[in-house]
């Protein structure tokens, strides 16, 4: 019985941290211009299936997830670049709607490149499962929990303790006076979908020897990023975190309690409940300000 | 004035928004080490000049000289390594963030080390109440303190010409008078100061000279007791101003 919630928990975590990962990515653009980037799942793809094919090439496994990692950093800078910054415009949803161009731009890039064929990456450290207290836990979810971890207090670094990091934060608490005490916001923007591309890559490829991967993996995982992030509070990196880890284990609980079908349902469940009855989600801003 | 060309000199400087001219036609010079008041009613366009001037709102026309160089396409975080910094109308702290990382923010365009350093000591020197506050979250701190913290963040750029939007506005009479003893003394230190406010007595007593800014024209100047003396300035802004009226009766 206790084996059996174990057993759930280690698969809702493991899938939770590639969430939270995707979430973190929505976070800071979202956080830089308010622009939701809905081709944060491509990243992920390109650090995936990018980091599968790169070895196929002939690179060795770490030195193709790193080149993958840097594809998806570039991948966002020229989104950011090209079409973001060339529509020369401060109206949300047609930048919104730019991006949804650039995911499916990115997505038919990678099926014309590389196939429509499903891919594993293999496992980092092998595939012998670790047994904890009855449950089963594989080798690669230690790898993600981990790399989350240290992804999440990297940010937490960069954001706290770098002049750079804290500029980010002061364009998204108010863009005028960071403009005033002279930060660039488009060098901003543009070193957020860097961040934001990075960070989709590595959850990518860090995930990719679980969950498979293909030039479309990342619709389903981008939607699911997507509601970790409105789940926590849109705008709010503790909130992506939590919303993430909380989403990939209600998945877990579901499908283990209720019936696998019901999975891929629950996110979007969610996204609907919280956005009736909560829509600044669980850490979503309230005002400091005091007049 | 000395003959010498003026730190900030402004040429036929026109601002629109979309179809509606905000700032027609404006000329204005502020020489080095000038404290100069622009006063004016709500909506005169007086942030709209500040904001031009600090290439946060482009111009339509004109020129705008800072120490003898063209920089009206200058983009704003140019302006603000040049020496041109302002403190926005209602103090726009970074409100979540610690006074700490507000100061620090200041000195962007600086980057780190000691000398940023050695400013932020300054800066708690001046305010001790911000050195007292550095770990609070500056959206907490009272209006008065917000507005010393938004001065203290602007001088971290280390400001050639420090342009101040509204630094009385909200602020108890007490507090009002504090605020301008500071800039007073910050001028007094070498620091060129262009001040924008509705408190026209307040600013035009401690200004060496003054302008008043009418629908986006500017429509008298002259040095701050001749505009205090002024009977259309006076029946226009001191009338209407709460400044004590002893305040008023020592310029007589």
Redesign the interface.
């Known amino acids: 019985m206790f084996a059996e919630f174990l057993q759930y928990l280690f698969s809702g975590l493991t899938a939770g941290s590639t969430y939270a990962l995707v979430a973190l990515g929505f976070t800071i653009i979202y956080n830089a211009s308010h622009i939701i980037n809905f081709a944060q799942g491509e990243f992920l793809m390109i650090g995936g299936l990018g980091s599968v094919m790169l070895m196929q090439y002939g690179l060795p496994m770490p030195l193709a997830i790193v080149a993958a990692i840097v594809l998806a950093v570039l991948a966002g800078i020229l989104i950011e670049k090209l079409a973001i910054e060339r529509a020369a415009t401060n109206d949300i949803v047609p930048l919104i709607i730019i991006t949804i161009g650039a995911s499916l731009f990115l997505r038919g890039g990678a099926q014309f490149f590389w196939g429509k064929s499903i891919h594993a990456l293999p496992a980092f450290t092998g595939n012998t499962p670790i047994n904890i207290a009855g449950a089963t836990i594989l080798p690669q979810s230690l790898w993600v929990l981990g790399i989350g971890a240290v992804v999440v207090c990297l940010l937490a670094w960069f954001f706290t303790r770098t002049?750079t990091g804290?500029?980010m934060?002061?364009v998204s608490?108010?863009p005028?006076?960071?403009?005033?005490?002279?930060?660039?916001p488009r060098f901003i923007l543009m070193l957020s979908f860097a961040l934001a591309g990075a960070l989709g890559a590595v959850a990518g490829a860090v995930a990719a020897p679980i969950t498979l991967t293909v030039y479309d993996v990342g619709v389903m995982l981008g939607l699911k990023g997507f509601v970790a992030a409105v789940l926590g509070g849109l705008g709010s990196p503790l909130g992506a975190v939590a919303g993430g880890l909380l989403l990939g284990i209600m998945e877990a609980f579901t499908a283990g309690y209720i019936s696998s079908e019901y999975k891929d349902a629950v996110p979007f469940v969610i996204v609907l409940l919280v956005l009736f009855f909560m829509p600044s989600g669980l850490f979503g801003s309230r005002a400091?300000?005091?007049? | 004035m000395s003959t010498a060309e003026p730190l900030l000199r402004i040429r036929g400087l026109h601002t629109r928004y979309g179809a509606v001219t905000a700032l027609r036609d404006i000329d204005l010079d502020v020489a080095q080490g000038e404290l100069v008041a622009l006063v004016g009613a709500n909506g005169a366009g007086k942030t709209t000049l500040l904001n031009t001037l600090?290439?946060?709102h482009p111009h339509s026309q004109g020129e705008i000289h800072f120490d003898g160089e063209e920089i009206s396409r200058l983009?704003?975080?140019k302006r603000?390594?040049r020496g041109i910094?302002?403190v926005?109308e209602g103090r726009?702290?970074?409100?979540?963030?610690s006074v700490a990382?507000n100061l620090?923010?200041?000195a962007?365009?600086r980057?780190?080390g000691a000398a940023v350093d050695r400013d932020i000591d300054w800066v708690y020197e001046l305010f001790p109440i911000l050195a007292e506050k550095r770990r609070q979250?500056a959206?907490?701190?009272?209006?008065g303190q917000q507005q010393m913290l938004a001065i203290g963040?602007?001088l971290m750029?280390r400001p050639r010409l420090l342009l101040l939007d509204e630094p009385s506005m909200?602020l108890a009479p007490l507090l009002i008078e504090e605020i301008f003893e500071i800039v007073r003394n910050l001028n007094a230190d070498g620091i060129t100061i262009l001040l924008v406010e509705q408190n026209a007595a307040g600013a035009l007593a401690i200004a060496d000279r003054g302008f008043v800014l009418e629908t986006g024209e500017i429509t008298v100047s002259g040095t701050g007791r001749e505009l205090a003396d002024h009977p259309e300035v006076r029946r226009a802004y001191l009338g209407i101003s709460d400044v004590p009226a002893t305040e008023n009766e020592q310029d007589k």
């Open positions: 002049l804290k500029a934060l002061a608490h108010n005028n006076a960071a403009r005033l005490v002279g930060i660039n400091t300000e005091r007049v | 600090s290439g946060i983009k704003a975080q603000v390594a910094t302002q926005p726009q702290v970074f409100g979540p963030m990382d620090a923010l200041g962007y365009v980057g780190r979250a959206g907490m701190l009272s209006g963040r602007a750029a909200g």
